[in-house]
Nanobody, 132 residues
Framework: QPQLAESGGGSVEVGGSLRLSCVTS??????MAWFREAPGKKREGVTA?????????????GYAEAVKGRFTISKDNTENILYLQMDSLQPEDTAVYYC??????????????????????WGPGTQVTVSS
């Protein structure tokens, strides 16, 4: 049974950095990604989550415009760990961050992040709070 577990969340001040990790099992996965859900969202479930960054099996990456140049997604294939390095954090980055994975190959290109319903496996999330 595939399992994903995030860690590394916490509270930081504006301009600070955090590195999120997601330990996975049950792979390999064709696509992995980070999503976030800010407080006060009206929609529920995975559709409420904003795609932040994605990486495919070949190592190609895609990012949301809101985080380009500040966040970096990477993976350690040996240890089966997905990372998200977050720099220059802003209050609007405050959210619960989720890692997600799927075995299906995404044919839509890596210009951005595939929509959340395409990911079958999810971690429980980790809270990131950025204070000014």
């Amino acid at each position: 049974q595939p399992q994903l577990a995030e860690s590394g969340g916490g509270s930081v001040e504006v301009g600070g950095s955090l590195r999120l990790s997601c330990v996975t099992s049950g792979g390999p996965y064709a696509m992995m990604a980070w999503f976030r859900e800010a407080p006060g969202k009206k929609r529920e479930g995975v559709t409420a989550r904003e795609g932040i960054a994605a990486i495919n099996r070949a190592g190609d990456t895609g990012y949301a415009e809101a985080v380009k140049g500040r966040f970096t997604i990477s993976k350690d294939n040996t240890e089966n760990i997905l990372y998200l390095q977050m720099d220059s954090l802003q209050p609007e980055d405050t959210a619960v961050y989720y890692c997600a994975a799927d075995r299906a190959i995404w044919s839509g290109g890596m210009a951005g992040v595939p929509p959340p319903p395409l990911f079958q496996y999810w971690g429980p999330g980790t809270q990131v709070t950025v204070s000014s």
